[in-house]
């Protein structure tokens, strides 16, 4: 269905339903570390950073097609992800301090790319629109629907693939006791960092199809704490540690988002609404349903089941 | 954003060619000093916070930048200067805090730490994008007569509004010395904060001292974010940066400990400054998180941290 989608649907639509499946996509691959792992990044803005400064600056000075600079985007920002995760976990830091070590080091990377120059500073990257498929860039926006299909697909496929094997049940392990799964001889660092390779990876790949989906780079956005925040209020809202919750938590609120956007934002000065909109988001679903949407809709479907 | 925090943290002479001069790195290191006050200031109402309840408010900074926006009102409504309207910033942001507390961190208080956390964080987003949606995201600053003055004090020139700044907030430092180790209340904040279930078998109203001592970390926050108000330019994203900071800070002194939080304030703000001179001011903040990573490495329980995290 969702293939056929693009054939009856606006323009419009098109680009948001892109908006859904890709931050779907970033969603699920937070939720391999985040909800599985139930290692709170905060940080995951840095791997889109790298990712997507990676595969423009390739293009733009070496002639690298985006499709080979997704691949080392990717791989460097699971450089990033294993040394984060390294200093991590090495000395157990949980809950708070892993938090503020990946808030510190997008922070880090949000710094350094405003200073240096080579790669645009603070006034960024712009990637010229020649419409051209190996340069990951198309006339018809219905191509990136079928890419960013195709990313989320991949992602909850990597994602059911882990579930399903000792990686996954060892990840839970950690998420839900992690003293008692050391003690029952869960090798607990070495999967939290496997976890956090592949994570950071996958995200590093989506930072290309953000660069050359909106030709351009600003280190404050692709960088900043706010997109950290999308990233990680989806799967939160869906249900973290759950196959489809990031999912459902972007066929949530990405329209969610959009909307408030399109009627705020547009006026001018409302640009805050549909963060104020986020913000008590989060506080509902933290007092009252802290599990996520997809576990309470199979409570409630199989209640009206029984 | 970054740039808003660096330009005014030192006020120097242009700086290409002078990368020795001792004189410089004397006033960078006074300077930063003095800045330092403010920080200490707001990181004891952080650490004051994690103490007690073990909760790590992330909307720290968010609350900070309220104040500095109750000062600019205060300034440009009804012509209070700052250094005297802090009290008020403080008693507003000490209600504020109650409130928050006894509405939404006090049923997350033993709930997992990401929930916590992503609660807080709503809380954050919610102060940060109302400050935007009400103030704007233009850069503000309140202006006072004493930042306009300046006195040499020996070889280093320094603004009275910095002096000031500084002086009123170490003596808030201390009063809240004073209240947590000779106060009675004060008294029971720290049993909560060393063991809350054995402060509870003994008698100590823990929701009540919880909501206390959340009050009392928003009000130093309050108090130190008007003082700052005349030294900082603020937008709605500032409150962001200071939460970071205030971690940072905390996280280098010690989670928990007052006098990681005071230290560790001043040690933050001196690095910050003297960063704003060999780097680029605009890299200032990369030598305090430079400073975070090399703690976690060698002492990530902070200098003055006790507890095993």
Same mark, same amino acid.
């Given at each position: 269905?969702?293939?056929?989608?693009?054939?009856?649907?606006?323009?419009?639509?098109?680009?948001?339903?892109?908006?859904?499946?890709?931050?779907?996509?970033?969603?699920?691959?937070?939720?391999?570390?985040?909800?599985?792992?139930?290692?709170?990044?905060?940080?995951?803005?840095?791997?889109?950073?790298?990712?997507?400064?990676?595969?423009?600056?390739?293009?733009?000075?070496?002639?690298?097609?985006?499709?080979?600079?997704?691949?080392?985007?990717?791989?460097?920002?699971?450089?990033?992800?294993?040394?984060?995760?390294?200093?991590?976990?090495?000395?157990?830091?949980?809950?708070?301090?892993?938090?503020?070590?990946?808030?510190?080091?997008?922070?880090?990377?949000?710094?350094?790319?405003?200073?240096?120059?080579?790669?645009?500073?603070?006034?960024?990257?712009?990637?010229?629109?020649?419409?051209?498929?190996?340069?990951?860039?198309?006339?018809?926006?219905?191509?990136?629907?079928?890419?960013?299909?195709?990313?989320?697909?991949?992602?909850?496929?990597?994602?059911?693939?882990?579930?399903?094997?000792?990686?996954?049940?060892?990840?839970?392990?950690?998420?839900?006791?992690?003293?008692?799964?050391?003690?029952?001889?869960?090798?607990?660092?070495?999967?939290?960092?496997?976890?956090?390779?592949?994570?950071?990876?996958?995200?590093?790949?989506?930072?290309?199809?953000?660069?050359?989906?909106?030709?351009?780079?600003?280190?404050?956005?692709?960088?900043?704490?706010?997109?950290?925040?999308?990233?990680?209020?989806?799967?939160?809202?869906?249900?973290?540690?759950?196959?489809?919750?990031?999912?459902?938590?972007?066929?949530?609120?990405?329209?969610?988002?959009?909307?408030?956007?399109?009627?705020?934002?547009?006026?001018?000065?409302?640009?805050?609404?549909?963060?104020?909109?986020?913000?008590?988001?989060?506080?509902?679903?933290?007092?009252?349903?802290?599990?996520?949407?997809?576990?309470?809709?199979?409570?409630?479907?199989?209640?009206?089941?029984? | 954003?970054?740039?808003?925090?660096?330009?005014?943290?030192?006020?120097?002479?242009?700086?290409?060619?002078?990368?020795?001069?001792?004189?410089?790195?004397?006033?960078?290191?006074?300077?930063?000093?003095?800045?330092?006050?403010?920080?200490?200031?707001?990181?004891?109402?952080?650490?004051?916070?994690?103490?007690?309840?073990?909760?790590?408010?992330?909307?720290?900074?968010?609350?900070?930048?309220?104040?500095?926006?109750?000062? &600019? $009102? /205060?300034?440009?409504?009804?012509? !209070?200067?700052?250094? %005297?309207? @802090?009290?008020? +910033?403080? =008693?507003?942001?000490?209600?504020?805090?109650?409130?928050?507390?006894?509405?939404?961190?006090?049923?997350?208080?033993?709930?997992?730490?990401?929930?916590?956390?992503?609660?807080?964080?709503?809380?954050?987003?919610?102060?940060?994008?109302?400050?935007?949606?009400?103030?704007?995201?233009?850069?503000?600053?309140?202006?006072?007569?004493?930042?306009?003055?300046?006195? &040499? $004090? /020996?070889?280093?020139?320094?603004? !009275?509004?910095?002096? %000031?700044? @500084?002086?009123? +907030?170490? =003596?808030?430092?201390?009063?809240?010395?004073?209240?947590?180790?000779?106060?009675?209340?004060?008294?029971?904040?720290?049993?909560?904060?060393?063991?809350?279930?054995?402060?509870?078998?003994?008698?100590?109203?823990?929701?009540?001292?919880?909501?206390?001592?959340?009050?009392?970390?928003?009000?130093?926050?309050?108090?130190?974010?008007?003082?700052?108000?005349?030294?900082?330019?603020?937008?709605?994203?500032?409150?962001?940066?200071?939460? %970071?900071?205030?971690?940072?800070?905390?996280?280098?002194?010690?989670?928990?400990?007052?006098?990681?939080?005071?230290?560790?304030?001043?040690?933050?703000?001196?690095?910050?400054?003297?960063?704003?001179?060999?780097?680029?001011?605009?890299?200032?903040?990369?030598?305090?998180?430079?400073?975070?990573?090399?703690?976690?490495?060698?002492?990530?329980?902070?200098?003055?941290?006790?507890?095993?995290?």
């Amino acid at each position: 269905m969702l293939l056929a989608l693009p054939l009856v649907l606006s323009s419009y639509l098109v680009t948001v339903f892109v908006l859904i499946f890709f931050y779907a996509y970033l969603g699920q691959a937070w939720n391999i570390v985040g909800g599985y792992a139930g290692q709170l990044s905060a940080g995951h803005a840095a791997f889109v950073g790298v990712g997507a400064y990676t595969a423009a600056v390739l293009s733009l000075s070496a002639g690298l097609t985006p499709w080979v600079g997704m691949f080392v985007g990717g791989a460097l920002a699971a450089v990033l992800g294993a040394f984060i995760g390294f200093l991590g976990f090495r000395f157990g830091l949980r809950g708070f301090y892993f938090v503020l070590l990946t808030v510190a080091f997008a922070e880090m990377c949000r710094i350094v790319a405003n200073n240096v120059e080579a790669i645009g500073g603070a006034v960024g990257l712009y990637i010229t629109f020649t419409g051209n498929p190996r340069q990951f860039q198309f006339q018809d926006t219905r191509a990136y629907y079928y890419i960013a299909l195709g990313l989320m697909i991949a992602a909850t496929a990597v994602a059911a693939a882990i579930e399903r094997r000792r990686f996954g049940v060892y990840l839970s392990a950690i998420r839900e006791d992690e003293g008692a799964a050391e003690a029952v001889g869960v090798p607990t660092f070495r999967y939290k960092m496997l976890a956090m390779i592949v994570s950071s990876f996958l995200t590093g790949v989506g930072g290309t199809f953000y660069a050359f989906y909106l030709f351009s780079l600003q280190p404050n956005t692709v960088f900043g704490i706010p997109l950290s925040v999308e990233i990680i209020i989806r799967p939160i809202v869906g249900g973290a540690g759950t196959l489809f919750g990031p999912v459902v938590g972007s066929f949530i609120l990405s329209p969610l988002a959009e909307l408030t956007r399109l009627y705020f934002a547009a006026g001018g000065g409302w640009a805050g609404v549909h963060l104020i909109v986020y913000g008590v988001l989060l506080v509902v679903v933290v007092l009252f349903f802290p599990q996520g949407a997809v576990p309470w809709m199979k409570r409630a479907l199989g209640r009206t089941r029984a | 954003m970054a740039e808003g925090l660096c330009a005014e943290q030192v006020r120097l002479p242009a700086t290409q060619g002078l990368i020795l001069d001792p004189v410089l790195v004397v006033q960078a290191v006074v300077s930063g000093l003095l800045f330092g006050g403010v920080y200490s200031l707001m990181a004891i109402g952080l650490t004051l916070i994690f103490g007690v309840m073990r909760v790590v408010n992330f909307a720290h900074g968010d609350l900070m930048v309220w104040a500095m926006y109750l000062a &600019w $009102l /205060g300034a440009t409504r009804f012509g !209070v200067d700052p250094y %005297v309207g @802090f009290v008020g +910033a403080a =008693a507003i942001l000490f209600v504020a805090g109650f409130v928050i507390q006894r509405q939404l961190v006090d049923r997350i208080v033993d709930a997992p730490h990401e929930m916590q956390i992503l609660l807080m964080l709503g809380v954050a987003l919610v102060l940060e994008n109302t400050a935007l949606v009400a103030f704007g995201p233009e850069p503000q600053r309140v202006r006072t007569p004493l930042t306009q003055a300046a006195v &040499w $004090l /020996g070889p280093v020139f320094v603004d !009275v509004g910095r002096l %000031v700044t @500084f002086l009123v +907030a170490i =003596a808030l430092t201390a009063a809240l010395w004073l209240f947590l180790y000779r106060s009675d209340l004060g008294r029971q904040m720290r049993a909560v904060a060393d063991n809350g279930y054995g402060a509870h078998v003994i008698g100590t109203d823990v929701r009540h001292v919880s909501a206390v001592a959340f009050a009392v970390g928003a009000a130093c926050v309050g108090a130190a974010g008007a003082l700052v108000a005349p030294l900082l330019p603020f937008q709605p994203p500032t409150g962001l940066q200071l939460s %970071v900071t205030s971690f940072n800070i905390v996280i280098i002194g010690g989670m928990g400990s007052v006098l990681g939080a005071f230290v560790g304030g001043l040690i933050v703000s001196v690095a910050e400054s003297l960063g704003a001179v060999f780097l680029n001011p605009s890299m200032k903040e990369l030598v305090s998180f430079a400073l975070l990573v090399v703690i976690l490495l060698v002492r990530p329980a902070g200098i003055f941290g006790r507890r095993a995290i």
